[in-house]
């Protein structure tokens, strides 16, 4: 049974709380929002309390999880050698959207790193997590709240569609904020290297860290190599329907043309700017907020492809944005839903889509 409790994302009622905090101590699973998208939670200090979670998520056991935290004292008896640096700045950085990668201490099992000798830690910056992480006492890991092949949850609808049944407590607090999952940084090497564009962004991560490494794989146009960050390597989120990235944005209309010559069915996944041009077309318009506003683009992205998966059309069509701040992480989540299928002249439409 999994009981479904409404929760004031602002001012958390505290028996509620408590009440999915107990369940935490007890060993059991909890979904709760942050400020990203929803977390699926469990002890990160109990290795049979970590193991439901990816039972109930169908994740891979050797994929890690991010350890979520609501004190400083907490970071210290999860990891340890923290270089200097990062100690200095973790006050200035959390509660936030900004996952490090550390070396973990003795007391994290190696069934919340996925056997890794490094440790992803956390302070999300929402008051219902961080209210439930302080009444249950212990740092809770948890990966996104979906199925393993599913976009990470936004919504509670989203997780309820996923794992519902399979969680013993879900707290609904409505929509998350930023909708696309943390940023990602290893700082157990110098420079440090990111592993997952998110909300902080590299403009900023750079400003205080100094140099970060920003590989290819950043952007989501190619796997990362299994050493460098092991939990990519698992086939990210793919629509089951047909997702192109339309890359150059003058080919837009042609691509369309051309798909509708041979009589498919298109969902164009669209910024309000450019969904004005296809408005009264046979087409399946999915808005995905303003282009001067890459923060609602972001809330609503994830949705999309669940929406896109849910319509009656035969594929999906999104276009490219900026990459400044959370444009990198949008175009990283959309170039692996689509199974890097880019497209920069009308020719490639045919590399993808059968005749
Ligand atoms: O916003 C978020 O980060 C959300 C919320 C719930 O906090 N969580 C989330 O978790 O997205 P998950 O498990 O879906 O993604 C965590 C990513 C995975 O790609 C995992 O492989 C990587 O972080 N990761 C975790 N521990 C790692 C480690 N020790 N070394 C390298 N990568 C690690
Ligand atoms: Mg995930």
Redesign the pocket.
């Known amino acids: 049974m999994t009981e479904v409790l409404k929760v004031d994302p602002l001012y958390p009622e505290l028996d509620k709380i408590k009440k999915a905090a107990n369940v935490i101590k007890a060993g059991g699973t909890v979904v709760?929002p942050?400020?990203?998208?929803?977390?699926?939670?469990a002890n990160a200090l109990d290795p049979e309390a970590v193991k439901k979670i990816f039972i109930a998520k169908n994740?891979p056991m050797d994929?890690?999880?991010?350890?979520?935290i609501s004190n400083i004292d907490q970071l210290y008896e999860v990891a340890k050698d923290i270089p200097k640096k990062i100690i200095n700045l973790v006050n200035i950085v959390w509660p936030g959207?900004l996952?490090f990668?550390?070396k973990?201490t003795e007391k994290v099992p190696k069934e919340t790193?996925?056997g890794?000798?490094?440790?992803?830690v956390?302070m999300?910056a929402h008051p219902v997590?961080l209210a439930l992480i302080n009444e249950s006492g212990v740092p809770i890991a948890?990966?996104?709240?979906?199925l393993a092949t599913k976009p990470?949850p936004t919504r509670v609808e989203h997780v309820i569609d996923d794992i519902y049944g399979k969680v013993d407590v879900i707290l609904d607090s409505g929509e998350t904020f930023?909708g696309?999952?943390?940023?990602?940084i290893?700082v157990t090497v110098d420079p440090p290297v990111l592993?997952?564009p998110?909300?902080f962004s590299v403009e900023e991560l750079e400003r205080l860290f100094g140099k970060v490494v920003v590989p290819e794989q950043a952007k989501g146009t190619a796997e990362f190599d299994v050493a460098l960050?092991?939990?990519?390597k698992?086939k990210h989120y793919a629509p089951t329907k047909r997702l192109l990235v339309v890359e150059n944005r003058s080919v837009l209309r042609g691509v369309i043309n051309e798909l509708q010559k041979r009589s498919c069915r298109i969902a164009l996944l669209c910024a309000s700017e450019v969904c004005k041009q296809f408005r009264g077309e046979k087409i399946e318009i999915i808005e995905l907020g303003s282009e001067n506003n890459l923060y609602e683009i972001s809330r609503n992205l994830f949705d999309s492809f669940r929406k896109l998966d849910k319509s009656n059309v035969d594929i999906g069509v999104i276009h490219s944005i900026s990459e400044k701040g959370i444009g990198l992480a949008i175009m990283n989540r959309t170039r692996k839903a689509s199974g890097f299928s880019s497209i920069y002249n009308i020719e490639d439409v045919w590399k993808y889509v059968g005749n």
């Open positions: 709760f942050t400020e990203t998208v929803y977390g699926l939670g994740r994929n890690p999880l991010i350890v979520h959207p996952t990668v550390l973990k790193t996925g890794l000798e490094t440790v992803a956390r999300p997590a948890a990966p996104s709240a979906n990470s930023f696309v999952e943390s940023t990602v290893n592993l997952r998110g909300p960050a092991p939990g990519m698992y």
